[in-house]
Structure formats: structure tokens, C-alpha cells
């Protein structure tokens, strides 16, 4: 494994963000609990907010939950090794007060590594890493930007992000996070797949009849409604999360897990998948609940009466080559369902010894990423008793009592010790795009594209089921 290099210092740009609160700050206690931090390796928060040495350490402290007294002192001890600079005074001063603190923390040593994680929107992104590189970029040791989705909104602004980039920072430079790829099942579908002959030997069109992947998820927009109304739900989280996992799905096997070798292979599965048409999806948009107790996604503050935000979408992807051809991949993500799930289910073709049995189902692998983590074989057995009745049932990989590293906790220890093989790379962003681009565009360019209402809590909008069962009899003619 590679190691954290001595000597590193991590600076959050955004310390006071809900980011930096939620995630970060706990996945990096999560990572000195695991002692998985060298002795002098620092963090720097950076915000505009004028705030005191104690009140940073309570931000850091508060959403911790300390399972038992003996963790405490790691939590003093992650403290230690945290300080704050504020960014009051804005522009060039800002950024010399902070590299005032590098230089100091990095005095007297041989090299010192920055790493500086952009927990701040989008907009910023650029020149704050203009003035990164004009004030703070290390002189005696590796440089790095930890920069987190949306990148862009479309193919072109995505482009326009990394041609704004690119002068100041080479590729090797950017570590781009999508925190699905740090979660541990997502990370075990290519040992799933490469590890073992009984999966990797039917995965393609001659055995699979279809692949769904569903991001569910019980909540709505709850307050962040100004966010979501000009995101929406493809560009949320199917654009990155749901085609991350789908690439990890389907894709060849890399001739080795270097970051090369694995984003080669993503790229290239990536664009073998045709962009998304407007008929192949079904948009909806959450109502309120049946009860009127839980708000539309228009009741949501700053969302207005006349919003066509999906909050929904149902689509269905074709890989158009050897492997996959024919297959149909449902995409579903969605807010305010009646369920938070997310899972990918391999449904297998009828086996040929059918006809010998009654009641035989088609074999299905469920792979759930979240809650209950787990794998689970959908099998045909015989029910024990005197008759030779059939039922299904699962082999059942659960990951109960097992320990489940945070995705951030992962995510950053890659970023830390320079491991990029579960960093996004740029051209798998642009592969990304295209998929998504043209959907978006018509979505977003023709005022006769309403979504669908579904009431909040229910499965989503009407129509769903037919729509699925009208491709599957498809791929079945
Ligand atoms: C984020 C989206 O990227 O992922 C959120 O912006 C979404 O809208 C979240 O809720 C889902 O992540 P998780 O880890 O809770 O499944």
C-alpha cells in the first residue's frame, strides 16, 4: 500500500461548510482512530468567518459521536494537529495569511506536500485555485486540489471547468471526488466480478436479461430546494454517482488496478453507451405526501410555483457493444420515495432446464450498496418436504457485524497517500457528460417537458411499471 508521506498538510477551504462539518472533519477522525495518520501530518481549515481557535475545534467536534471514553483522546489528538486561518480579509491577503500558516507548520522541514480540498461551491472553484497556485502552491514538496462534483452542468461547462484548470494544474494535480466510489460495496463490484470465475463467466448479453441500478432516497429536498431546483436529479446524482457505478458494472478488465488502467477501461465502456433519449426516460417531480403532512418539492423555499425540476427520472441506458448488446440498463434515482435504497440487481435469463420444473424464477443478483449492505443469489431450491415443489431463495453475503469504512474516510486516505485510482479523471467526465447532455438540454430548453407528479412517499410517478415491462419484452423479442 502506499503511505501518507510524511510531513503533508491538508487545508479545507470551506471549514465551516456543511461538507467540511458532515464529512470531512469525521472521516478524518475516522482515519486517526484507525491510527492511519503519520505523527506530523496537519490540517488547516480556511473560511471567511472570523472565529476563534475553540470555536473551529467545536466544529470539528460537534458531529462526533464518541462510541466510548477511550476514543476521546484520539479526538484531542486530532484536534491537536488542526488550526484555523480566516480568510476575512479576502483576495491576495487571505490566501498570504494562509500561506503564512504552511510555511510555518512545513519550517524547518525537508519538504512539505500540500493538499488542498475545495469544499466551497462551484463557482469559486477557479479562482480560489488561481490564487492556490499564485500564493501556496509548495515549493518543496507535491501539490494537490481535492475538488468535488458538480462539475459543470453540461458537457461544454464541464470543459470550460478543466480548460479553466488546466494552466494552473496538471491532471495529476486534481483529484476529482465522487463519494460513491469510496463506498465499500461499490469498491468490491470488481472483485466481485474479476474475483470470482462463477460471476465474471456470465456477465454478458448470452446470460443477463437486464440490469437495473436504483438510487432511492425517503427524502425530499428538505432545505436545500434553491440547490435542487437548478440541479436537479440527473445531474445530482445520475451523471456522477449512478454512472460511476454502472462503469465498474460493465466495463473490461483492466490489465491492472492502476488509476491508468482502471480509468482507461471506464472511459472506454463509457462511450459504448449511446446519450439517453427524451422518449427512454420518464421524469417526475414529488407532489406532497398522500397524508398532506410532508411538502411538494414546490413548497421548498426559493423553488417556484412554475419549476420543472426533476426531482425524479426513470431512463434506460444501451451499451452497444460485444458484451452488452441488447441489454437494457434501468437507471432510477429519485426524492421522496416511499424507500432509501440503493441497489443493482443482475436479472439472469430463464435457465434452459426450465421446462423439467414448475414454478422455476430466473436467477438474480442483488448487490446492495446501501442500507443493509449486502450480496444476495436468487436461487432455485427444493422446499423440504415429500413433494418436489420449488421455491426461491437467497445465498446471502451480508455484511452485518462487519465494520464499513466511511466513504469519505476512504476517499480521503486515497487522496492523502496520491492513490487516484478511485479519482474521477477527466475524460471519464466528459464521457459522463455526453450520456447525459443531450437529454438535459431538450429538458431544459422546452417548456412542454413537465415532469410527472408522484406524490411524496410513494414509488414515483405513474406509468413506471409499463415502461419497464415494455423494454423488457423488448429485449426478449
Ligand atoms: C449527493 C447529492 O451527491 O449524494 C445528494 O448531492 C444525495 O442530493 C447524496 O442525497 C446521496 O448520497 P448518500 O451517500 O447519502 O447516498
Redo the contacts with the bound molecule.
Sequence with gaps: TIEIKESTVLVILGASGDLAKKKLFPGLYGLERKCLLPEDFQVVGFAPDQISHEEFVNIIRSPVKLESPRFAEQLKQFCNRCSYVSGHEGGDKSFEALKKKLDEIGHGKKEQHRLFYMALPPSVFVPMSEQLKKHCYSEKGQTRLIIE?PFGHDLESSRELQRSLDPNWREDEIFRV???LG?EVVNNLLVLRFGNEIFGSIWNQRNIDNIQVS?L?G?G?EG?GS??NS?G?IR??MQ??MIQILALLTMERPKSLSADDLCDQKVRVLDWIQPIKVEDTIIGQYAKSGDGEKPAFKDEEDVPDDSRCATFCAAIAHIDNERWNGVPFFLKAG?ALNE?K?EIIIQLKHSANANIFKDMVPNKLTIR??PNEGVFLTVNTSVPSLTTSIEPMDLDLTYRDREIPE?YEALLLDALRGDYSRSVRGDELDASWKIFTPLLHHLDENEEEKPREYRYGSTGPEGLDEFVTSYQNRSKM
Design positions: 462534483k465522487d463519494h460513491y463506498k438510487i432516497e427524502k429536498a436545500r440547490y435542487f440541479t436529479v445530482d446524482v456522477n454517482h426524492k432509501s440503493t450498496v446501501q466513504a
